[in-house]
Nanobody, 112 residues
Framework: QVQLVESGGGLAQTGGSLRLSCSAS????????MGWYRQAPGKQRELVAV?????RTNYADSVKGRFTIFKNRNTVYLQMNSLKPEDTAVYYC????????WGKGTLVTVSS
């Protein structure tokens, strides 16, 4: 019912920037929440940032002040600045709208 298409991942240097995008199709009304999670090799998936239908945001402590989440209709973005090697992970888009949906993930690699 809901399909998520992610883009923007790639290779960046320490201190560089990337912008991730996630477009959600099949949604007529606003989603309960849209956000980003990440999973590094050998680690569990963790919340990076989320924005609710009321436009409230929440960030992981590790990215606060460096990353910014924002949305426009059914597209959510993650602006990633001052990247660090520990940001290297597969980033997954997440949408909650009468259920929970996940994107396939986009790889972000930050070189040291």
């Amino acid at each position: 019912q809901v399909q998520l298409v992610e883009s923007g991942g790639g290779l960046a240097q320490t201190g560089g920037s990337l912008r991730l995008s996630c477009s959600a199709s099949g949604i007529i009304l606003s989603a309960d929440s849209m956000g980003w999670y990440r999973q590094a090799p050998g680690k569990q998936r963790e919340l990076v940032a989320v924005v609710t239908s009321g436009a409230r945001t929440n960030y992981a402590d590790s990215v606060k002040g460096r990353f910014t989440i924002f949305k426009n209709r059914n597209t959510v973005y993650l602006q990633m600045n001052s990247l660090k090697p520990e940001d290297t992970a597969v980033y997954y888009c997440n949408v909650r709208y009468g259920g929970e949906y996940w994107g396939k993930g986009t790889l972000v690699t930050v070189s040291s």
